[in-house]
């Protein structure tokens, strides 16, 4: 049933797609392709990340990513994807007919059609801020400047540098690539919780940072570029733990995390209308994960979730479902008996069952902006 609905909504796009081809090219010739990109690149952290942490590497809370119940429900085995299945990139790039974006720590792995350099436990702000600022919690050492190395060493080996200096190299590899973005920030709050920085400045330094690097892959020749923004931290399980009782909003999440998280996306919106302004070529999108993954709260029924707040992988007690001292993976800790019916995998990251509806509210113009078929339109265009 899952492969079923899978298929539905592949084919969704798929119609949507030569539509678009249909309707925007009059003499339609049978040659034309119906997958608009050739490539993925991504970037972001635990929630786009395809594996390139690991147990040993990765985070220190949610630490046992290698083992199973991870991967349980798509791939049955630990594929280090921080959910029981695919993840929203899983399903964006299913829903683009292309494989699987494969971890660039896997060098093995073919790059054809593109490389995701997102890591779990990243940070938008580097790594040295946090360590001048003797912030270590939770903190993995890959920030969104270290994805982008790793990026460069594939450019550079393609010969592009960036649009100016060797246009020809940079095109043939931005041409037909989306550029994905996954959410980058959320750890950013997380590890300096408690600490002396503000969440001002750490909410000012991250945007400044990522706005920073959408420039830099601009200006190397990105046009086809989705932005995810940040989740809606305080309805995810593990930051109840971590809060008042009485700080609750009125559908039960955490409303200073809530809150924080929607004044980042806020200006993080600003930040990319100025980009646009200043890069007309470049195509945009908002994704809106925070209104996005609201709404499943809101409406878990709707969606078919029973729980919108346990997590299905735990410990197996309490309310949630959740310590943060045994966590998912952790020898004593197993999956609930029915995934799809939860929206919370693990107590920060969503079931296989809850990234698929987000990815299709991405896709399907609900969720993201201006719609994804805006930007399969402007790419049509460009042929
Ligand atoms: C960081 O910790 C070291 C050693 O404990 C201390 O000397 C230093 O002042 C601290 N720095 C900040 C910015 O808190
Ligand atoms: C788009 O996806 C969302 C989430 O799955 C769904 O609620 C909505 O009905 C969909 N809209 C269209 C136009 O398909």
């Not at 929630?47 to 809370?61: E, F, I, L, V």
């Not at 924080?260 to 945009?284: E, S």
Request: glycine share 8%; proline share 5%.
């Amino acid at each position: 049933m899952v492969t079923e609905k899978g298929f539905h909504f592949q084919t969704h796009v798929i119609v949507l797609v030569f539509f678009l081809i249909s309707s925007s090219l009059a003499p339609c010739s049978s040659s034309v392709a119906a997958i608009p990109f050739k490539q993925i690149y991504a970037f972001g952290d635990s929630y786009t990340d395809t594996g390139n942490t690991r147990t040993s590497t990765g985070p220190t809370a949610f630490n046992y990513v290698s083992n199973p119940p991870y991967g349980i429900t798509y791939f049955h085995h630990s594929t280090n994807r921080y959910s029981d299945g695919r993840i929203v990139l899983d399903f964006v790039a299913e829903a683009l007919s292309l494989p699987l974006s494969p971890p660039y720590r896997i060098p093995t792995a073919d790059r054809a059609h593109g490389v995701n350099f997102a890591v779990a436990g990243a940070t938008a702000i580097r790594h040295g801020f946090f360590l001048k600022n003797n912030i270590t919690f939770n903190l993995v050492r890959e920030s969104l400047q270290t994805q982008l190395v790793w990026f460069d060493k594939i450019l550079e080996s393609k010969g592009c540098r960036d649009l100016k200096t060797t246009p020809a190299q940079c095109k043939a590899i931005f041409g037909d690539a989306l550029i994905w973005i996954g959410e980058i920030g959320a750890n950013d709050y997380t590890c300096s919780l408690g600490s002396t920085i503000s969440s001002d400045t750490i909410r000012t330094m991250a945007l400044n940072s990522l706005s920073g690097f959408l420039q830099v892959l601009i200006n190397k020749g990105a046009k086809y570029i989705v932005v995810q923004g940040l989740p809606p931290a305080g309805c995810l399980t593990y930051t109840f733990s971590l809060s008042s009782p009485e700080d609750r909003d009125e559908i039960g999440c955490v409303s200073t995390a809530n809150l924080r998280a929607a004044t980042h996306n806020k200006l993080l919106q600003i930040r990319l209308d100025g980009l646009r302004k200043q890069n007309p070529q470049a195509v945009i999108l908002y994704a809106d994960f925070y209104n996005s993954h609201l709404e499943l709260v809101r409406n878990p029924r709707k969606y078919g979730f029973k729980q919108q707040f346990r997590a299905c992988c735990g410990y197996g007690g309490g309310q949630y479902n959740f310590d943060v001292f045994n966590t998912c993976g952790a020898p004593s800790t197993g999956s609930c008996s029915d995934p799809p019916a939860y929206l919370n995998w693990d107590g920060a990251h969503l079931t296989e069952a809850a990234n698929r509806v987000l990815a299709d509210s991405f896709l399907n113009g609900t969720f993201c902006s201006p719609p994804f078929k805006y930007l399969l339109r402007r790419k049509l265009e460009e042929h």
